[in-house]
């Protein structure tokens, strides 16, 4: 069964990977890189500073450092360390790899050697989950999530996740970003003259 799954995330893995074209190239290598994660970390917090918190701010620095404490821990210590599952891009041959670096294109960053699960995934979907609840508004909803999809997809494009990889991520990331807004929810009633 483990070996039938393999087989059709690599196949599945391939059918995206090899898809490709001078435009998607730029597109999904900008979306990978840590400077547009960056940007659009920081415009989720100035528009929910602004629009949702105002005085109060600095809970929105906290519940995004929570998203990448958790996100990237869990993901690493909790999975990549204990799968050591090679990325594609260590363990396939004809990968193709494309990176954004220094604003120009790289096509020979590999990557970690462990890829499942992609913390990428986990840290958009956690944040894209998170403060979709907290917004509670349609439009909110679908550019998050737009995000997240663009990111966890581009990270398959980009040749170093597979998409079990991404998706178990994907996952992982919804299941944190709900806990994180049960807890946020959990403190904000209890405690209420934090966040007037």
């Known amino acids: 069964m483990i070996e039938y799954l393999n087989d059709l995330d690599t196949q599945a893995f391939y059918l995206i990977n090899s898809a490709r074209n001078g435009f998607f190239d730029w597109f999904f290598a900008v979306i990978s890189s840590h400077l ?47 799968f050591e599952r090679l990325r594609p891009s260590h363990a396939l041959q004809d990968v193709f790899l494309v990176k954004f670096k220094d604003f120009h294109l790289v096509y020979t960053s590999k990557g970690g050697m462990y890829g499942f699960v992609s913390s990428h995934a986990t840290n958009a979907f956690c944040i894209a989950t998170l403060f979709g609840l907290i917004s509670r508004k349609r439009l909110s909803w679908i550019l998050l999530l737009l995000w997240a999809f663009l990111t966890a997809y581009s990270r398959i494009y980009c040749g170093v996740h597979y998409p079990g990889d991404v998706i178990c991520g994907g996952l992982l990331g919804v299941v944190l970003g709900w806990l994180i807004y049960f807890l946020y929810t959990k403190i904000k009633n209890k405690y209420p003259q934090i966040f007037s």
């Open 36 to 82: 547009f994660f960056a940007l659009v970390v920081a415009s989720i917090f100035i528009c929910f500073a602004y629009k949702n918190f105002k005085k109060t701010w600095w809970i929105v620095l906290i519940l995004i450092g929570l998203c990448f404490l958790l996100g990237d821990r869990v993901s690493v210590m909790g999975f990549k360390d204990v």
